[in-house]
């Protein structure tokens, strides 16, 4: 089975840099993924890590540790439109993703 | 299409009918997985399909839940006899062979029992 926590809430100022932390434990890990959903919306896919290391795309970024089962999601010069839930993932070797509760990020100016 | 569809986009019903939500993944999409979101909540795996393997139903919270996948393509997740506690959004997402191996969601189907 899974077992993936992140914090529920964050609040960060405008331009301001958040991390949002997510750990996990599974059998058979094959991925970490980084989502974002906006209220009322579905879910959209931001970023993925398989190897230790950082991945960087624009604003955002994505760590992973595989020995500690950690991941986090660091965003840059926050905008307001960054305020949303993000969701970790997991994936095992079944190709099964399971989710995180996801972090509620208000965006204050 | 474009993306992945869901229909219907709302559905009220009353306790004890059945329910049938249609999911068409992107054309040429391999896997197709269903999750259950309700308010507030993050997304609680139901079922997974994977071309012609046999299904990961693992997920679906009890006898009353059912899927299939016609053909490879198009999923209809049943509840029967529904309760109040199946108000939720359900969410379809597909996947393509190889790549990253992101999920592609559609817009749900949000269920009220009443």
Redesign the interface.
Known sequence: GQNIDQPTEMTATEGAIVQINCTYQTSGFN?L?W?QQHAG?????LS?NVLDGLEEKGRFSSFLSRSKGYSYLLLKELQMKDSASY?C?V?DY?????????TRLTVKP | GAGVSQSPSNKVTEKGKDVELRCDPISGHT?L?W?RQSLG???E?LI?F?GNSAP?KSGLPSDRFSAERTGGSVSTLTIQRTQQEDSAVY?CAS?RQGG?????????SRLTVL
């Open positions: 991925g993924f989502y919306e579905a879910p959209t896919f993925y969701l993932a994936r079944n190709n099964d993703m399971r989710f995180g509760a996801g | 896997a997985y999750y909540q993050g997304l795996f997974y994977q990961d969410l996947r990253t191996g992101e999920l592609f969601f559609g817009e749900g």
